[in-house]
């Protein structure tokens, strides 16, 4: 059974920062990009990070760049996202998202509410 178990999503005040998580389970993880996206209320969804499957190259979305960092430890079947100097606009739902292009094969987490507020 495949999951992808998103975690680490909550409330922050502007400026601050949160990491998430999203663990893997039901497949290769080592063979899949991952991504993170996100939906904002009354928003088209939107790729925020992407990186390829051994980690050696990631993009971001120019809305975050310098602020996010994706990474990956495939060992523990796990992708982050790492975001500081949070702004309320970063509030959305963040998806988890996994791609194989060997397969053709994608999976989505359920997703985690991140508010950023005062």
């Known amino acids: 059974q495949v999951q992808l178990v998103e975690s680490g999503g909550g409330l922050v005040q502007p400026g601050g920062s949160l990491r998430l998580s999203c663990a893997a389970s039901?497949?290769?993880?080592?063979?899949?990009?991952m991504s993170w996206y996100r939906r904002s209320q009354g928003k088209e969804r939107e790729l925020v990070a992407r990186?390829?499957?051994?980690?050696?190259?990631?993009n971001l979305a120019d809305s975050v760049k310098g602020r996010f960092t994706i990474s990956r430890d495939n060992a523990k079947n796990t992708v982050y996202l790492q975001m500081n100097s949070l702004t309320p606009e970063d509030t959305a739902v963040y998806y988890c998202?996994?791609?194989?292009?060997?397969?053709?094969?994608?999976?989505w987490g359920q997703g985690t509410q991140v508010t950023v507020s005062s």
């Open positions: 039901g497949f290769t993880f080592s063979r899949y990009a």
């Open positions: 990186i390829t499957r051994t980690g050696s190259s990631t």
């Open positions: 998202y996994a791609a194989s292009s060997l397969s053709g094969n994608e999976y």
